[in-house]
């Protein structure tokens, strides 16, 4: 556990129990001993296993808490995750939060292995965006990872991604070539990537310095397939096919040979997974 991982789950359980826990408070023996499972309702791959054991053992580090499988594991429905034993009012505080970290990152991860699975057989990688839950960047692309695909850029730091709305590609390609070597001159370890619309831009692009990645926005996959061929066999830059993904798409876009195919749907439209906890007999 990274130090943003302890203080999510800070934050998580401190807007949750707020004060105190009434109805364990009133409700639950004070003595009462419990043994529990955490376990899934339906297959999947899952994400934040020790994410949830950490937010038990926070709010009482007396249980005796233990992960069954590791992140990133595919399991089938009923499979447990985790076993948890101690004090009853504990384990019933510690629940949902707990639940909330582990269904909204192995939906992710569920999502993401979908996708994957899709494009088995080709060389496309599946990525995932910056469109996240904010201050849950961290957690959500370590899930896309448990589900088999790759990272795009964190965040705004390290990577350049020029698109049409950046106002230094109204100067043309001069203008582009110059901020360009300016990066690389003033910044070490920062790749480059140029969004383009068509394949004019394409071809533009390609002739250019220092360019590690080209975006493919919104394009067909003839168009994609051209975009290809116009790279040749050289391998750079990369090319990331963006827009217009679905399930029913991703394949076609795929076999174009295109090394990227980056879907913003991973993080911001995953179903959460169904997980529960149930009560054992002590």
Do not use: W
């Not at 807007?15 to 339906?42: H, L, N, Q, S, W």
């Not at 709010?59 to 004090?87: H, K, Y």
């Amino acid at each position: 556990m990274n130090d943003h991982s302890e203080i999510l789950i800070d934050l998580a359980l401190a807007e949750d129990i707020g004060p105190g826990d009434v109805t364990c408070r009133y409700f639950v023996p004070e003595g009462r001993m419990a043994r529990a499972f955490v376990a899934v309702r339906k297959a999947g791959v899952v994400s934040g296993v020790e994410l949830a054991a950490r937010v038990f053992s926070k709010v009482d580090p007396d249980l005796d808490v233990e992960t069954l499988v590791p992140d990133g594991s595919r399991v089938s429905e009923g499979a447990l995750l985790i076993r948890i034993s101690g004090a009853a009012r504990s384990i019933l505080t510690a629940e949902r939060t707990a639940l909330n970290f582990l269904q909204h990152l192995s939906g992710i991860a569920t999502l993401t292995s979908t996708y994957v699975d899709l494009v088995k057989g080709t060389h496309a990688r599946i990525l995932d965006t910056r469109k996240t839950t904010p201050g849950y960047r961290l957690l959500e692309k370590l899930a896309v990872v448990h589900g088999g695909g790759g990272n795009h850029r964190f965040g705004l730091f390290d990577r350049a991604m020029v698109k049409d709305n950046h106002l230094v590609a109204e100067g043309g390609i001069e203008a582009l070539q110059a901020a360009i070597h300016n990066l690389h001159a003033e910044t070490s370890g920062v790749d480059v990537e140029l969004e383009s619309d068509n394949l004019d831009q394409v071809r533009a692009f390609l002739a250019m310095d220092g360019v590690d990645y080209i975006l493919l926005d919104n394009m067909t996959p003839d168009e994609l397939r051209t975009a290809v061929e116009l790279r040749g066999e050289r391998g750079c830059p990369l090319l990331e096919a963006s827009g217009g993904v679905t399930f029913e798409t991703l394949r076609d876009i795929a076999e174009t040979g295109v090394d990227f195919i980056s879907v913003g749907a991973l993080t911001h439209s995953a179903p959460a997974l169904d997980v529960g906890l149930d009560f054992i007999p002590v």
